[in-house]
């Protein structure tokens, strides 16, 4: 994990780089797909929103939730991403869920820095790699 500086332009910069948005959506697709049939199911993309923690945790202190309110959440966020309700996600769903809630969180964020704590290998710190490396070059 790792202290950054971002907003919401390092975002949307981020997610209209196609080349790079999309690279780090194929990996991350995957990764997640363990069987490797190209899509990703239910039990696979729920190990990746329970590794978020968003909802287990209170400003980083743990909580404890009812079982039968996660799971709700979790069904929820899994229709989300399966647009054609066939109990599968492929990647460009995938692709398109995340865009959207990446820019969600630019909209979310606006155009003034705040600093964040992130994971390493998340789409946050790989988009603030990508400015970092712009300004450099």
């Not at 997640?32 to 287990?56: A, C, M, P, W």
């Not at 909209?107 to 704590?117: E, S, T």
Request: glycine content about 6%.
């Amino acid at each position: 994990m790792s202290v950054e500086l971002l907003d919401g332009a390092t975002i949307v910069s981020f997610v209209e780089d196609e080349e790079a948005f999309n690279g780090l959506i194929h990996d991350r697709f995957s990764n997640l797909d363990t069987n490797h049939d190209g899509f990703l199911s239910y039990s696979e993309i729920l190990k990746e929103f329970q590794s978020l923690r968003v909802f287990e945790t209170h400003f980083g202190i743990d909580v404890k939730r009812d079982p039968d309110e996660l799971a709700h959440v979790y069904d929820s966020l899994f229709e989300k991403f399966d647009h054609d309700a066939n109990g599968a996600v492929d990647l460009e769903e995938f692709k398109m869920e995340t865009k959207r809630m990446m820019l969600a969180m630019a909209n979310g964020l606006g155009f003034l820095p705040v600093q964040m704590l992130l994971e390493e290998d998340s789409f946050l710190k790989k988009a603030v790699e990508r400015e970092a490396m712009e300004i450099n070059a």
